[in-house]
């Protein structure tokens, strides 16, 4: 977990990555994302799950 902390802490330090997500957060989905495409021929749901993933970690525009 430690590494996704500091992967997390680095992305909102730089204002890449949303400051309300958690290592815990990232861990779990990854492995339900893990989990749905276990199977051969999974790819490329696991590819549109994963942009799925890294496009809501972006910060969200302040209103």
Same mark, same amino acid.
Not at 11 to 36: F, H, P, Q, Y
């Given at each position: &977990?430690?590494?996704?902390?500091?992967?997390?802490?680095?992305? #909102? #330090?730089? #204002? !890449?990555?949303? *400051?309300?997500?958690?290592? !815990?957060?990232? #861990? *779990?989905?990854?492995?339900?994302?893990?989990?749905?495409?276990? %199977?051969?021929?999974?790819?490329?749901?696991?590819?549109?799950?994963?942009?799925?993933? &890294?496009?809501?970690? %972006? @910060?969200? @525009?302040? @209103?």
């Amino acid at each position: &977990m430690s590494a996704i902390t500091t992967i997390l802490d680095a992305g #909102a #330090a730089a #204002a !890449e990555i949303r *400051t309300d997500t958690s290592a !815990e957060d990232i #861990a *779990t989905a990854l492995l339900g994302i893990l989990a749905a495409c276990d %199977k051969r021929g999974h790819r490329a749901q696991a590819q549109r799950l994963l942009d799925l993933l &890294m496009d809501g970690l %972006k @910060p969200q @525009p302040t @209103p």
